[in-house]
């Protein structure tokens, strides 16, 4: 069908600053769905010291779709315990058994239950919301989607209804071609450590009203925040000298039970084996500048630097910012000038470091990285914005 080359097609603008501006929004077709994916009592779980497995779920549902309607390019988003897909219906039966593969593998390797869901575009307009996506492209080999209207939240309201309709139910399976779903998945490097003490995850949801438009008091927020961390080259959370491949069992199991989650243990110690060659095979490339024809390893950490989503909208702003303690406050304290004001809800928790995960279909430019804090950063901030919200709802 025409209309599932939508996002290919849509046209992209190249400066964050400009997210919020509705020039770059366009409507997702009427005949689209929207695919809601969580982990249930992600909190808990977080605070068991499980944020590393909540984090590599969320990334790979995303995974799972993306493999299975390939080539169809789609826009997506990364929520630290979840993620939000837009998809056509041409692609909708893949996209289903793609998401049972993902809740069953969650149950039989982590014991964690992932809720997913379904929701007709059509559905959240006739509840007076909308679902637009605009392209944010910052350089030539990465893009990344950004979406306004409200529609996100409603549709994850609607999943979340009891015997909601829209839910997707597990269909007990041990097929092998469940594996090819998850091709691309990579959880390999150490925590991040931040070169400013600190990282934030940062949530914040304009609140407009008669004097000021959502654009306009986002802009705000941006003001306050290169007025505490400096510019976009000051506050990124990571840098190439940060980066180290991992060589703990402990980080590397849960890559090898989600790329062989469906061919029992044997295979699973295997990869983890293959894993730690790999390791080295890698720190000797990228020491090394080794070129081969598909790759310049010299230039892939930066290349990945560059491919993280550490910063996007989806009806709010989501950062992860590197910095100290005092810019913290001070960006705390304006944020909470703006709340008390009612132009704004906002969610922050700090971390000592930033938690990478990835999505590989080449080592040279087609990689993403989904970037959150360690102990549970965007799930933590999310419960501070939630809370505010509450309250603002109560005094209404």
């Not at 995850?201 to 927020?221: G, K, R, W």
């Not at 590197?322 to 004001?341: A, H």
């Amino acid at each position: 069908m025409q209309n599932d080359l939508f996002y290919q097609e849509l046209d992209q603008f190249n400066l964050f600053s400009e997210f919020a501006e509705p020039q770059h929004y366009q409507p997702v077709p009427n005949d689209w769905f929207v695919v809601i994916t969580d982990v249930v009592n992600s909190t808990q779980a977080i605070q068991d010291g499980r944020y590393r497995q909540v984090n590599a779920l969320g990334v790979a549902s995303i995974v799972a779709i993306m493999n299975s309607i390939k080539p169809l390019k789609v826009p997506y988003i990364f929520g630290g315990d979840g993620a939000s897909v837009c998809v056509p219906s041409s692609v909708l039966q893949q996209v289903k058994q793609a998401l049972q593969a993902t809740v069953i593998l969650a149950k039989q390797q982590f014991s964690l239950e992932i809720r997913a869901g379904v929701v007709p575009v059509s559905d959240i307009r006739q509840l007076g919301k909308d679902i637009r996506v605009a392209k944010f492209q910052p350089k030539d080999h990465f893009s990344q989607a950004m979406f306004d209207g409200n529609g996100l939240s409603a549709a994850d309201s609607l999943i979340k209804q009891a015997n909601s309709q829209y839910l997707i139910e597990p269909v007990e399976s041990d097929s092998l071609d469940n594996n090819d779903l998850f091709e691309g998945f990579e959880c390999r490097w150490n925590e991040i450590p931040s070169r400013s003490k600190e990282h934030i995850a940062l949530l914040v949801q304009a609140l407009p009203n008669e004097q000021f438009s959502s654009d306009q008091i986002y802009q705000i927020v941006l003001m306050a925040i290169n007025g505490c961390y400096g510019d976009e080259l000051a506050y990124h959370p990571i840098t190439p000298k940060q980066m180290s491949l991992s060589s703990k069992v402990a980080d590397l199991q849960n890559e090898a039970k989600i790329r062989s989650g469906f061919v029992g243990k044997l295979t699973k110690y295997k990869y983890i084996a293959k894993l730690k060659l790999l390791r080295h095979v890698g720190n000797y490339l990228m020491k090394n500048k080794v070129k081969t024809d598909a790759t310049e390893w010299g230039g892939y950490k930066q290349r990945l630097v560059e491919n993280t989503d550490f910063q996007k909208f989806d009806d709010m702003l989501r950062m992860v910012i590197s910095g100290n303690e005092e810019q913290r406050v001070q960006l705390e304290n304006k944020l909470k000038q703006l709340q008390q004001s009612g132009l704004l809800a906002y969610g922050i928790h700090s971390a000592p470091s930033a938690l990478i995960t990835c999505m590989v279909n080449d080592y040279n430019h087609d990689h993403v990285h989904f970037l959150d804090t360690t102990r549970g950063g965007y799930a933590m901030a999310a419960k501070q914005l939630k809370s505010q919200l509450a309250t603002l709802k109560s005094v209404e």
